[in-house]
Nanobody, 119 residues
Framework: QVQLVETGGGLVQAGDSLRLSCAAS????????LGWFRQAPGKEREFVAA????????YYADSVKGRFTISRDNAKNSVYLHMNSLKPEDTALYSC????????????WGPGTQVTVSS
């Protein structure tokens, strides 16, 4: 069983930067694909970014490409989301998730951290 806890959310202004962190405990962290998702009020959860277990492969939603960067530190059992040039439409609850190799869906989810971007 993997437990995920996100930190780093907050209230920022448009154009600001923020770094989210997700710390994992339990399981074999280095073998999981890790992802960030977000859910705005009244909207469905959407994919933001993902990173492969070796960190060599990264994937981004079109809406954040060029502004957000996902990274991981397997030695610290952590995954990060660096967010630049934030926009009000980036306001959402951001959650990290872990997917075991071979699975299509994500197996473990964190509770999320709120990011609010004011205009």
């Amino acid at each position: 069983q993997v437990q995920l806890v996100e930190t780093g959310g907050g209230l920022v202004q448009a154009g600001d930067s923020l770094r989210l962190s997700c710390a994992a405990s339990g399981g074999t962290f280095s073998t999981y694909t890790l992802g960030w998702f977000r859910q705005a009020p009244g909207k469905e959860r959407e994919f933001v970014a993902a990173i492969g277990w070796m960190g060599g492969s990264t994937y981004y939603a079109d809406s954040v490409k060029g502004r957000f960067t996902i990274s991981r530190d397997n030695a610290k059992n952590s995954v990060y989301l660096h967010m630049n040039s934030l926009k009000p439409e980036d306001t959402a609850l951001y959650s990290c998730a872990a997917r075991r190799n071979g699975n299509q869906g994500y197996d473990y989810w964190g509770p999320g951290t709120q990011v609010t971007v004011s205009s």
